[in-house]
């Protein structure tokens, strides 16, 4: 399954590949140790760095040296394979891609690659199909996310591995080969490098990688995988190349509902393909239904996890697949239920049990009969919920039929999706999940109530802290409601029409954790007020730091005081700092949001946000009028009067 031109021929240059290397040679600063495969494009060895520590090195052809164009856009996107970090994906760590002597080294990663894992063990069955398609997906989203298409995704660039499937050998060679004009594919006129059959119809006709590529060779990969045959067969290359084009693949004895979306995914036409999404959905239901006819068989296992084929990563696949370039599957990973939901240990749940909780009958395969394989033949599941700790076997749907010989086991999707039973009409997307509005910060609103506010402290200080107290409470109130109100909207994922109600009903609870929350916020807040009360006053009262001095003759007597307006200052100067921690202090943030919330009700847009700037700015100067008294009165309650020091 190495790469040729899809014409059948070796491209041009093909002489000039160079001799094997020995084992011990120096090269690039790596010491050889073996050969571990070559091809059109290069020849790939193990070696040594040195350190000591065991890496793949890749030596390129020389004559792919030709553009630079082609050449600098690969040296970008190795670059961004090197920051690149998943369990999935080969790390790329070193690359030399000038002269003859190019090179990329990736980690060597141990394990057998999914050819040799499929050529020997069979196909998969629905779980490690699942498992695979799974993991896959979330590698590739995150090397589509770098900015980097595989371009080379089939069976032998697949690592079969202890800790999950590996994406090895990246199609940089073929980046190599691409001359950047009108056909960016071709090495030469009329050769587009590539493996048949894991080649995208758009490639075959001379257009340029993108992620919908690298996804039709995913689904190409996958159908390997589950039936053990290569989904367009393998020659004639002219025959494999025209059933890719016409979309008409190889996905006898598969369980209907998958064979549906890897069909759907490997049609020819971009525009019509399934996405990442809704295969993966496919393939999780089927996956759910392995394991009900394991739970159905309930017979002894013989074995442990170790016979597990495709290991579950810990945290799952968890691609998070966003719409594709055509809009498709924009539900992501977690709403399609792609990190296995509902195949954990607690049970299954979803697709599989009806309204009475009776077990639905196993999947339906499509072109051929079926049973049930039961005992310890079968690998044991890990993650998905049925393994050596239920006491139960695996039990899963197998082809026992012959398969069609010739053109007949090609079909184009219209035919494979007729064959399966009326359930698998294509499953609408599901709701789009409730997203919690990021409301947008009001501060030139919030900030507009502390003028009036730091203008009433400044002689009446007892009747502003109790005002600050009354505002921190309803934005408290405002918060905790909206607070549950998107809660609610996220559990029942939209709106419901008796949100209005609900909040009514619970409008007293809020109220109660309003009051509640704030009392130790407003004595965070309270306490460094009265202190900077205390402090000011000492720092300007009789004999010591004189501002505005007094001349009269109690004045002078003490050594000195400063004018009334000099604490009431000071008293303004309080609550601005007992403001601004109530606001910013312990547990000010569901205030905050809850000062937000209301200025979006009461004060919307900048016309609102303007009238209540201009309303506070017209209270602060109707309560600066006992200022201009000379002198000004302070009044203190709810206390006697001003600290005595």
């Not at 040679?25 to 520590?53: K, P, Q």
């Not at 990973?333 to 639905?360: S, V």
């Not at 033949?377 to 398969?403: C, E, F, I, M, Q």
């Amino acid at each position: 399954m190495g790469d040729v031109d899809v014409e059948g021929v070796r491209g041009a240059g093909a002489a000039d590949t160079p001799g094997r290397l020995a084992a011990g040679t120096e090269f690039g600063g790596y010491t050889i140790r073996s050969l571990l495969g070559r091809g059109a494009m290069g020849a790939v060895y193990e070696a040594v760095d040195g350190g000591g520590s065991a890496v793949a090195l890749k030596v390129l052809h020389a004559h792919l040296d030709r553009d630079p164009v082609a050449r600098e856009r690969l040296r970008r996107e190795v670059t961004a394979l090197q920051r690149l970090r998943h369990p999935a994906v080969a790390r790329v760590l070193d690359a030399e891609l000038d002269g003859q002597g190019a090179f990329v080294v990736t980690e060597l990663v141990k394990g057998r690659t999914l050819e040799a894992e499929i050529d020997d063990g069979g196909p998969l069955d629905p779980i490690d199909l699942f498992e695979l398609a799974d993991q896959l997906a979330a590698a590739l989203e995150a090397v589509h996310l770098a900015g980097v298409v595989h371009r080379d995704l089939k069976p032998s660039n697949v690592m079969v591995t202890a800790r999950g499937p590996v994406l090895i050998d990246f199609g940089i060679a073929q980046a190599l080969g691409e001359t950047g004009q009108a056909s960016p594919t071709l090495t030469t006129p009329g050769f587009v490098i590539g493996t048949p059959g894991y080649l995208a119809p758009e490639l075959i006709d001379g257009g340029a990688p993108t992620p919908d590529s690298d996804w039709w060779s995913w689904a190409a990969l996958l159908a390997f995988a589950a039936t053990g045959r290569s989904p367009f067969g393998v020659r004639p290359t002219d025959l494999v190349l025209r059933r890719s084009r016409e979309g008409r693949a190889d996905l006898v004895g598969l369980p209907a509902r998958t064979a549906r979306a890897l069909a759907g995914a490997l049609q020819a036409d971009p525009s019509a393909r399934w996405g990442p999404t809704q295969v993966a959905r496919a393939l999780r239901r089927d996956s759910q239904d392995a394991v009900i006819a394991a739970r159905v068989a309930g017979a002894p296992v013989v074995g442990d996890d170790a016979t597990q084929r495709i290991a579950a990563h810990p945290g799952g696949g968890r691609g998070g697949y966003g719409p594709d370039a055509h809009g498709r599957d924009g539900s992501g990973a977690d709403g399609a239920g792609l990190d296995g939901a509902g195949l954990d240990g607690a049970g299954i749940d979803g697709p599989g049990l009806d309204e009475t909780g009776a077990i639905a009958a196993p999947t339906m395969l499509v072109g051929a009969p079926t049973q049930l394989v039961l005992g310890a033949s079968a690998p044991a599941v890990g993650r998905h919920g049925v393994d050596a700790h239920d006491g139960l076997t695996r039990a899963v749907p197998v082809t026992t039929g012959a398969v069609p010989l010739g053109e007949a086991r090609y079909q184009p999707f219209e035919a494979i999706a007729a064959d399966g039973p009326d359930d698998l009409a294509e499953e609408p997307a599901p709701p789009e999940a409730y997203t919690r509005p990021v409301r947008r910060r009001r501060t030139g609103t919030v900030a507009a109530f502390l003028a009036p506010l730091v203008v009433l402290a400044a002689t009446r200080p007892g009747a502003a802290f109790a005002a600050l107290a009354a505002l921190v409470v309803l934005c408290r109130v405002a918060g905790h409601g909206a607070q549950a109100l998107q809660e609610r909207r996220e559990r029942f994922g939209a709106r419901r029409a008796s949100d209005g109600v609900v909040a009514a009903v619970k409008l007293p609870w809020h109220a109660f954790c309003g009051v509640v929350g704030a009392i130790p916020q407003m004595l965070v807040s309270g306490c460094l007020g009265v202190l900077a009360v205390v402090g000011g006053y000492w720092l300007f009262g009789a004999g010591r730091v004189m501002l505005l001095p007094r001349t009269d003759v109690e004045a002078r007597s003490v050594g000195g005081m400063n004018e009334t307006i000099v604490f009431c200052g000071v008293l303004a100067f309080a609550m601005l700092l007992a403001a601004v921690t109530a606001w910013f202090g312990p547990a000010g943030a569901i205030g905050r949001e809850g000062a937000r919330a209301l200025a979006r009700t009461v004060a919307p847009g900048w016309i609102g946000a303007a009238v209540v700037v201009v309303a506070c700015l017209i209270a602060a100067w109707i309560l600066a009028g006992p200022l201009l008294d000379q002198p000004p009165t302070i009044h203190w309650w709810p206390t006697q009067g001003p600290p005595q020091l």
